[in-house]
């Protein structure tokens, strides 16, 4: 009896670990491209880059996580790394990088939006660090970056009010 609960708990922490957004997407360099499709399933995007590609695993728009798996010429993981983090979004260079380099980056946003009050659209994507976060991406009409920051997402904001 002991044996079999065991075995239905280490089962459990498997899975529990397969899905994790934080863990789930990890990939050993040196993994061949093949095999990382075969596990991960079909990339949202995939972004060529001078030393290879990357393959773009995003669960926006409601998810909070977003991996890049980088290969190398031979189609190989050189790395993988969750980049929906603060670290990486000021990473985000005013007025040098434009919608093409947020994308390669981050993946594609949750939502692109525009608001009367800015002349351009504004992508935002969505996160967590301890809270539910968003951060917004200002672009002008060049698609240049000229403005980014993070806020908070108040779920159940609506449900406060009424």
């Not at 031979?74 to 005013?94: C, K």
Request: proline residues 6%.
């Amino acid at each position: 009896m002991t044996k079999i609960v065991l075995a239905a708990f280490l089962a459990a922490l498997l899975a529990a670990c397969a899905g994790n957004p934080l863990t789930g997407y990890a990939v050993q360099p040196g993994t061949p491209r093949d095999a990382v499709i075969a596990r991960l399933g079909q990339p949202t995007r995939v972004v060529r880059l001078p030393e290879g590609e990357r393959l773009q695993y995003s669960l926006q728009p409601m998810g909070q996580y977003a991996w890049m798996v980088d290969l190398d010429t031979s189609g190989r993981v050189l790395g993988s790394r969750q980049v929906l983090t603060l670290a990486d979004f000021n990473r985000i260079e005013v007025g040098r990088w434009n919608r093409a380099d947020v994308e390669r980056e981050f993946g594609p946003p949750g939502i692109v939006d525009v608001v009367a009050s800015w002349n351009g659209p504004i992508m935002t994507y969505r996160w967590y660090d301890g809270s539910d976060m968003f951060y917004h991406v200002y672009l002008d009409q060049a698609s240049v970056v000229r403005r980014a920051h993070q806020a908070m997402e108040l779920r159940g904001a609506r449900e406060l009010r009424d």
